[in-house]
């Protein structure tokens, strides 16, 4: 059950805040910090509005404090035999389930079972005047009016201090084995997007250093008739490398100096651009370790018809994201007034004028 429930004491930082006109930082684990712009403002903790104050493991849902650390979460779950749908990346032990939310950040697994957004059926939060806002409830028919619940997923912080959510879990898979293929970049993409087109129990699929690893996850009857249609070998690291993968530990990430996270269509050929390049989520993301020009990388996405982010290293004070077009900056900007007039929730975390 709950460990810590501040809440209090945070409306209360928040709206001494509002009333001072003081810019707020708001953090927890610390493990994804280095993400979005270079923000600043007095430290709003959270790491102590921490535990799970409901589980349900027959509904398949769980409501859980934001300072909760992932690890404790998947604890809980794995003892019922249970997962997060999204397979979020750690980058740390004291990664919270906020700052997962708060970035929207998902593993391998997130293009065959959800997004985090998706995920997301309920939140509580304080908005930028102290005010106590509940949005969703613990049921996915739970869709009356605007999901705001999904909107603040990914906001970086800036609409308001999340204190609560209710998510979405899943039963885990009885097995789970990776194959092993040789191929080219462009065999490769061309086998995802075909594994895309049959009911097959793929849950993840990703290109490096000229081999493709396709994980499966089932019954053992499915995994074994997958295997024989896919064909490769099977690789007996499988949990190593998925693992690896999502933290970030593979040496294409380790060695890189700025890494790119671009987001295309799978059938979208490789990118012709100078660097290193890891292709996942069967081909719809493409990590790109490159000191190419920011201006060429993001044209070069553009013209694909997709969107680059500067994930790591680089220049922290500029546009982290990739630009807005005018309408859509327009109606973030008008978010951003409604839910925190006073702009003091982590700002210019996601744009600098927001």
Not at 27 to 38: E, L, P, Q
Not at 187 to 209: F, Q, T, W
Not at 271 to 292: H, K, N, T
Not at 309 to 316: A, I, S, Y
Request: net charge neutral.
């Amino acid at each position: 059950m709950a460990a810590s429930d501040n809440g209090q004491l945070i409306r209360e930082q928040v709206v001494a805040a509002f009333e001072r006109k003081m810019k707020l930082r708001i953090m927890s684990g610390g493990t994804k910090a280095f993400y979005g712009r270079t923000t600043y403002g007095e430290p709003l903790d959270m790491r102590q509005h921490r535990g799970i104050v409901n589980y349900d493991p027959t509904e398949l849902v769980l409501t859980v404090r934001s300072g909760t650390t992932l690890t404790e979460i998947e604890t809980a779950l794995d003892a019922q035999e249970q997962m997060l749908p999204f397979e979020p990346p750690h980058f740390g032990q004291q990664a919270s389930i906020g700052g997962t939310i708060a970035t929207g950040l998902a593993g391998p697994r997130r293009p065959y079972s959800s997004s985090v957004r998706d995920c997301v059926l309920g939140c509580q939060l304080i908005n930028g005047k102290g005010e106590y806002l509940h949005f969703g409830g613990q049921v996915m028919k739970n869709v009356a009016g605007y999901d705001v619940s999904r909107l603040v997923t990914g906001s970086m912080g800036t609409l308001g201090v999340m204190l609560q959510f209710s998510i979405k879990v899943l039963p885990k898979p009885a097995g789970c084995i990776t194959l092993i293929q040789k191929h080219s970049a462009e065999e490769a993409l061309h086998m995802m997007n075909r594994i895309k087109g049959n009911p097959l129990p793929v849950d993840a699929s990703c290109y490096h250093e000229g081999n493709l690893y396709i994980r499966l996850s089932g019954s053992i009857a499915a995994l074994e008739s997958a295997h024989n249609q896919l064909g490769g070998d099977l690789y007996n690291e499988g949990e190593q490398f998925w693992h690896q993968l999502r933290e970030h530990e593979l040496a294409f990430f380790t060695a890189a100096k700025t890494l790119w996270r671009l987001s295309v269509k799978p059938s979208t050929p490789k990118l012709a651009l100078d660097g290193q390049q890891l292709i996942d989520w069967g081909g719809a993301q493409r990590w790109l370790a490159s000191e190419e020009p920011e201006q060429k990388i993001r044209a070069v996405v553009a013209e694909a018809g997709g969107h680059a982010t500067l994930f790591r290293g680089g220049d922290r004070t500029g546009e982290i994201f990739h630009p807005l077009s005018p309408a859509l900056m327009v109606i973030h900007q008008n978010l951003k007034k409604a839910f925190d007039p006073g702009a003091i929730c982590n700002p210019g975390a996601m744009y600098a004028n927001l």
